[in-house]
């Protein structure tokens, strides 16, 4: 007997190690096998040459794939080969709906998922919208989404400023008891169709106006289901350290994880804040809590020119401010605060008061069209008017955009540097006619380089790990963000010696160059440059979905 079991176990072995090599010996067939790529697969870890195999949406292997067959080869000789690209801030994904052509913004930058919604969102609506949309609820516009196909997937929060203006309005006032409520049970409804998380853009009217307690409330639900707080803050210029900590007791009071959207020090008075911004989100990463930020690679940042306004004005809602507008008394009013006041989100005060550093844009239904992408200040200039009578002009048109000049390089630069920073466009699907800052068409790109070939802030495979694995984790998104056999396969593959942004605030439509191919749950959207047409993207819902 002591003889014939150790016989057993060795004929064992050798009938598994047979059958392990003729596996070996035979040709595995693949959908898509990518060849000779650099591969930086977002861990952070330097990037090595091999294959890449892709079956069923999935990757399957990674490796010297020297017998493996596949419906279609990609040889990405000389080319990087990396996760899809996450957009941190990515607005909106109903543009998909209409035309799905509308994404190559995107794709021509690499990005495969956006995460939508950012203090508005595309659902809840009131009953009137909701006529002329065709949906309603959370989940009546996400099973739209996953009904019409995407050309890239998405994640959706749900907006504060979504659910106060169906409550409230957009009066300046305080939820009653029973409104907040109705604030809650739409909240809990769009946690419970797939939204990963509350958002706020708490420096626009009617937000601003919303209390710390009454979001609190709102986060707690969605701490609730698993979700998180994004947050566009109250204050990114002379209160900034004083809104990160708002932002940080929302998150710790609410049981939510805090993600603060495209984190900045506005204004130069203030640039030295930045160290103890992330010294702030350092403390409390370090005591458990969880906390993360995006960035968009750019020193302008962006806004309806109404936001340079102080927001007393617009207490009494939009239409009672557009009279005020039209008041000689009352813009003299707004001149002062502008010029006079501090304590408030004055972008007027952040450019040093210079209107030649507010960049303004969709200037269509305006008489200063052809001066599209250009200063107030050269507006001014070249039609002899004073900066200020252009400006409220301007306030009076609808979607008037405004690119403040308020940060600096050097800041930016630290904040990207940081292990849990992630990237953003903060523009999402634009048609070329809607563009309106350079980073809606190259803001990935841009990254990869200025910041990684030009300045040497980043690694290359420090910057993709945030554009991909560190996204992933922030939209809870763990099963894909990085390069390993059984994640699912979003890809980039770009000529890191090419890629590069080519948009200005003059032409902000102008597309990226370098990314060749973007795939989405393993189908080709993007080969040699060219949308396929295809629409793989899927919603991802988050933890608290109840199908």
């Not at 504060?160 to 739409?186: C, F, N, P, W, Y």
């Amino acid at each position: 007997m002591t003889s014939i079991l150790p016989m057993k176990i060795l004929l064992s072995a050798l009938t598994s190690l047979l059958i392990i090599g003729a596996s070996y010996a035979q040709p595995i067939s693949y959908d898509l096998l990518i060849k000779n790529g650099r591969i930086v697969d977002g861990t952070g870890s330097p990037w090595y040459t091999a294959d890449l195999a892709i079956k069923d949406g999935k990757i399957a292997a990674i490796g010297k794939l020297t017998k493996a067959t596949a419906k279609q080869t990609i040889d990405a000789s000389g080319r990087i080969v990396s996760p899809g690209f996450i957009d941190m801030m990515g607005q909106t994904a109903a543009p998909f709906l209409k035309d799905p052509n509308i994404a190559f913004n995107l794709l021509s930058q690499g990005i495969t998922m956006i995460n939508a919604g950012e203090g508005d969102s595309d659902a809840p609506l009131n009953d009137a919208d909701a006529k002329i949309k065709g949906w309603q609820t959370m989940r009546q516009f996400l099973a739209k989404l996953d009904a019409s196909g995407m050309p890239m997937n998405m994640v959706q929060t749900v907006g504060h400023t979504q659910i106060r203006s169906i409550v409230i309005g957009d009066k300046g006032r305080q939820a009653s008891a029973a409104e907040l409520d109705r604030m809650r049970a739409l909240v809990q409804e769009a946690m419970e169709a797939g939204a990963i998380g509350v958002s706020t853009s708490l420096i626009y009217p009617p937000a601003i106006y919303g209390s710390e307690q009454e979001i609190t409330e709102l986060t707690k639900v969605a701490g609730q289901y698993g979700g998180r707080y994004f947050s566009h803050m109250r204050n990114e210029g002379d209160k900034l350290l004083e809104a990160i900590d708002e932002a940080l007791r929302i998150g710790m009071n609410a049981g939510a994880p805090v993600h603060i959207y495209h984190l900045k020090t506005a204004g130069q008075s203030n640039w030295g804040k930045m160290d103890q911004a992330i010294a702030r989100i350092k403390a409390a990463r370090a005591s458990g809590q969880e906390v993360g930020v995006d960035v968009y690679p750019y020193i302008n940042n962006g806004l309806g020119i109404r936001a340079m306004l102080h927001p007393r004005h617009a207490a009494d809602g939009q239409a009672a401010l557009m009279t005020k507008l039209k008041d000689p008394t009352v813009k003299d009013e707004m001149r002062k605060d502008m010029e006079t006041l501090s304590g408030w989100e004055n972008w007027y005060a952040h450019v040093g008061k210079d209107w030649n550093r507010v960049i303004v844009a969709n200037l269509g239904p305006t008489p200063y069209v052809k001066y599209n992408g250009q200063s107030v200040g050269a507006i001014a200039s070249a039609t002899g008017k004073s900066p200020w009578d252009v400006f409220f002009e301007l306030c009076l048109y609808e979607n008037i955009f405004a690119g403040p000049q308020s940060m600096s390089e050097a800041n930016k630069m630290k904040a990207m540097r940081e292990e849990f920073t992630s990237f953003d466009t903060d523009a999402g699907p634009t048609l070329p006619k809607d563009a309106n800052h350079p980073r809606g068409f190259g803001a990935f790109p841009r990254v990869l380089s200025r910041y990684v070939k030009d300045l040497g802030a980043l690694s290359l495979e420090g910057a993709i790990h945030r554009m991909t694995a560190v996204a992933a984790n922030e939209v809870m998104a763990y099963d894909r963000g990085r390069l390993s056999p059984g994640l699912v396969a979003d890809i980039v593959i770009f000529d890191f010696n090419k890629i590069r942004d080519t948009a200005t605030f003059e032409s902000p439509a102008t597309a990226s160059e370098g990314v060749e191919w973007v795939i989405v749950n393993g189908v080709i959207v993007l080969a040699d440059g060219k949308y396929t047409g295809a629409k793989p993207g899927r919603v991802i819902r988050g933890p608290g979905y109840r199908p």
